[in-house]
């Protein structure tokens, strides 16, 4: 009686085995867990806001929350250097576009990997934002975010047009945060 038991015991821990074992595979083939958070900093080093990156195996989720502006909608985007030289910011570079597309979900021939949704902020100043970037990574893959110049995320004047290239009629750089070189 005890030894189809103990065989059944053992085929069902052998079953078991064989599911982690794919399961400790799946997680090997998956992008190291990386995460980032920048300050949003205005011209004069006021804070503007934080943005938190997370790199994850699909993509790399974003969640940004402004503060200290006027109500209304302003792009946010990933640039291509990691500075952030007062008063223009525009140290930081173009947007972040290994694949040399042009700019906007809604441009047949866009998107840049830096383009992200709008931020709507509100009567109190305040404005918060959650995206998921497919196929970006932080480190690792073909075209890290954090390469040797390191990657910022800008704050612009205005809202996004999601089609006109190269930055969507976003208008200046209000705020920018630095994501330092690896």
């Known amino acids: 009686m005890r030894k189809p038991v103990a065989v059944a015991l053992l085929a069902t821990l052998a079953a078991c085995s064989h599911s982690k074992t794919t399961s400790l595979g799946k997680l090997r083939d998956a992008p190291p867990a990386v995460t980032a958070t920048v300050q949003l900093l205005g011209p004069n080093r006021e804070f503007r806001g934080s943005v938190r990156l997370e790199q994850r195996t699909a993509g790399t989720h974003i969640a940004a929350a402004v503060e200290g502006v006027a109500p209304g909608s302003y792009a946010i985007h990933l640039h291509a250097v990691g500075r952030c030289d007062a008063p223009d910011f525009k140290s930081a570079g173009p947007h972040f576009n290994p694949g040399m597309k042009q700019h906007g ?42 390469d040797a110049d390191g990657a910022a995320v800008v704050l612009h004047a205005g809202a996004d047009d999601y089609r006109t290239d190269p930055s969507g009629n976003s208008g200046d750089r209000i705020a920018c945060g630095s994501i330092g070189p690896r």
């Open 105 to 146: 979900r809604d441009n047949p021939m866009g998107a840049h990997l830096g383009d992200l949704p709008n931020v709507s902020v509100g009567a109190d100043g305040k404005g918060a934002l959650e995206t998921e970037i497919a196929g970006l990574t932080l480190t690792g893959g073909a075209a890290p975010l954090l």
